[in-house]
């Protein structure tokens, strides 16, 4: 007797469908599990086992049991298997279940020895990858119903233990059981971390007009910007308060950011969907893995992935080591990350905006544009530390700015009011919304994620700007990439100020952006 | 339970499965064949297949039913049995079988018995 339940495998955050086969025949009597299972499913036959016989139904004694998971060439990970071998037995042993009860439903679900259903990571990305085959029916985890009714067009039934879900796939009346305990998230650095950055706006930065343009263009077009300046200057202040001037996020940047959180496991039960744009700042001493993704066993999204869609920042990062900054290049390029492993390929979103912060010097204290600074590192350290920060990975940012300290009389004028976070966040969703309409065609939504050749083309800025740009081409002073980039922040400009098409003017703003030049304050003040 | 009750019930047992076994239409060859190595139990004939039997009796289902008392060494021990026995007894057949007969003896009642053809 052959019976055949349905759940999903995840590689990276790509899920297949797979089948759960459970024959009971004759022969020595053990559970065979194949299909390339990991350590953690094939302790499924133990959990399942338990469950079964505590939720008062018989695993089969008197047969062998194998259990195959098909396809059986893919790898599978994870604890979620439980639920679907564990009803497969049934399906095969005692029970008849309905004709196509067990047709077009996906199982997901850890069981635990005594019968309840435990949450797992990832619940979101499988119910996606099972909607996207036609999959009409979920059974997940109850605290996990939220999230996996996310997804349109299907039926997601919440269960807490195995005899719930026999009971629903039966057609019978689902039996009492105790809650299933949510799935842990980070009390401990939500509680500071989360609820400080939820009360910061940019009202609090005084002063820095140049770098709080620099900011609303980053955040209106999605640029990657690099901020530098003496300690203490305020880039982090600066940095940190980049979300509060990015709007909400549509309804499917947040089903793909929520995908990626649900893969690590984070989610609050109450309140899945994630909305805001993220801000994940990894310290300098975090692991390649940590960063880009990967880790022993299954491939973990990074904090590049996590904060699709939103800002990762990268404080002090020259002192990341070199091989991380420099494949972070492959990601900034094309939205997106690949670990390669010898068995499996994971590739996660990691669609965000870099912002980078570092120190003049080794010491912190040089300042390029005033001459009375205390820097007391020697011209060969700071060149040393300067080689760190350009190459490669300089040319793919679109955005370099010199935060200065403030100078006292700017901090103190009594009639320069800064502007706050939402008035920023007004004018960033206008351009926003801009770009939208003009992009309605493409499979693209931001200025930064223009392709070059479809920017030259369809999207070109005016005769004289472009004579203008190619004149810095030809003159060696930005490579073709550059170029583009200097395109797309004009693009940018642009969309800030309301202009139809980028002019001389706006290349000029952004060929000032991209060199680390100060911004005329003429051009600052006109877009008021 | 004493160790001559534990005999008298795998000698019941065996009875019990030996009857079984013939009702299904097979023919007994031989029983409670040792050698060094250990006991084959029963030894049968199947149409043109030769079964070597290993027979586990229990009172109850407290320590797990008696077919899962057989596990991979066992049915290895099983094995080398059964080649032994073939050794011994000049026997050349194509088809060779292990089966694994399991009979629960409660103390009221009937026993019942549970055949599982093909072991390793």
């Known amino acids: 007797m052959v019976a055949t339940t349905r759940t999903v495998s995840l590689q990276g955050a790509i899920g297949h469908v797979i089948d759960v086969q459970v024959d009971l025949g004759p022969g020595l009597i053990q559970t065979a599990m194949v299909g390339r299972p990991d350590m953690a499913i094939n302790e499924a036959r133990e959990r399942c086992r338990a469950a079964i016989d505590n939720s008062g139904f018989h695993w089969p004694v008197t047969r062998r049991t194998t259990v195959l998971l098909s396809p059986a060439d893919l790898p599978k990970r994870g604890t979620h298997f439980d639920l679907a071998i564990a009803v497969a037995v049934l399906a095969a042993s005692e029970t008849r279940f309905p004709d196509g009860a067990l047709e077009g439903v996906v199982l997901i679900g850890e069981l635990s020895l005594d019968g309840r259903i435990r949450c797992v990571p990832g619940v979101l990305p499988m119910v996606m990858a099972a909607a996207a085959r036609g999959i009409g029916r979920v059974v997940v985890p109850e605290p996990q119903v939220g999230e996996a009714a996310l997804v349109d067009g299907v039926e997601v039934y919440g269960v807490r233990s195995l005899r719930q879900a026999h009971a629903l796939l039966m057609g019978e009346e689902i039996p009492e059981a105790p809650p299933v305990e949510p799935p842990t998230g980070n009390p401990l650095l939500s509680w500071r971390g989360q609820s400080r950055l939820e009360e910061v706006d940019l009202f609090d930065v005084l002063g820095m007009a140049d770098a709080r343009y620099a900011l609303e263009v980053a955040a209106a077009g999605g640029h990657h910007l690099l901020l530098t300046g003496p300690k203490g200057a305020g880039k982090t202040t600066l940095a940190e308060r980049i979300p509060t001037i990015l709007p909400d996020l549509d309804a499917q940047e947040s089903l793909e950011l929520t995908a990626i959180h649900s893969l690590c496991g984070g989610l609050v039960p109450g309140a899945p969907v994630l909305t805001r744009p993220p801000f994940r700042a990894p310290h300098h001493t975090a692991s390649r893995a940590g960063i880009l993704g990967g880790g022993t066993g299954r491939v973990h999204p990074g904090e590049v992935s996590r904060a699709h869609h939103g800002v990762l920042f990268l404080d002090e990062f020259p002192l990341l080591p070199g091989d991380i900054i420099e494949a972070l290049r492959q990601p900034l390029e094309s939205g997106e990350i690949t670990i390669a492993r010898g068995d499996e390929d994971a590739t996660y979103p990691a669609g965000g905006m870099l912002v980078l912060a570092c120190n003049p010097c080794p010491c912190g204290e040089y300042s390029p544009l005033t001459r009375d600074h205390r820097c007391i590192c020697t011209e060969v350290r700071r060149r040393e530390y300067r080689r760190k920060i350009s190459g490669p990975i300089a040319d793919r940012i679109d955005i370099t700015r010199f935060v200065e300290p403030v100078p006292a009389h700017e901090r103190n004028d009594p009639f320069g009011r800064p502007e706050s976070s939402a008035d920023v966040l007004v004018r960033v969703t206008e351009a926003r919304c801009r770009q939208r309409v003009r992009y309605a065609d493409d499979d693209w939504r931001l200025n930064a994620h223009a392709p070059g050749p479809a920017l030259r083309t369809a999207y070109p800025l005016d005769a004289d700007a472009t004579r203008a740009l190619d004149t810095e081409v030809y003159a060696g002073s930005l490579t073709r990439r550059g170029a583009t980039r200097v395109h797309r922040v004009a693009w940018s400009v642009a969309d800030l100020r309301g202009v139809d098409r980028p002019g001389c003017a706006e290349l000029d703003t952004a060929l000032r952006l991209r060199t680390a030049r100060p911004l005329d304050l003429a051009t600052l003040a006109r877009r008021a | ?120």
């Open chain 2, 1 to 120: 339970m004493g160790g001559k009750d534990q005999q008298a019930l795998g000698a019941y047992g065996e009875r019990v499965a030996a009857r079984h076994l013939v009702e299904q239409g097979m023919v007994v060859l031989d029983r409670n064949w040792r050698c060094p190595v250990g006991e084959l139990d029963l030894v049968l004939r199947d149409g043109d297949v030769l079964v070597f039997c290993e027979v586990k009796t229990r009172r109850g289902e407290a320590r797990g039913h008696p077919l899962q008392a057989v596990d991979t060494i066992k049915a290895q021990r099983l094995r080398r049995l059964a080649a032994l026995w073939t050794d011994e007894h000049q026997v050349r057949v194509d088809h060779v079988r292990l089966d694994v007969v399991g009979v629960t003896a409660p103390r009221r009642g009937p026993a019942t018995v549970v055949h599982s053809r093909g072991v390793g």
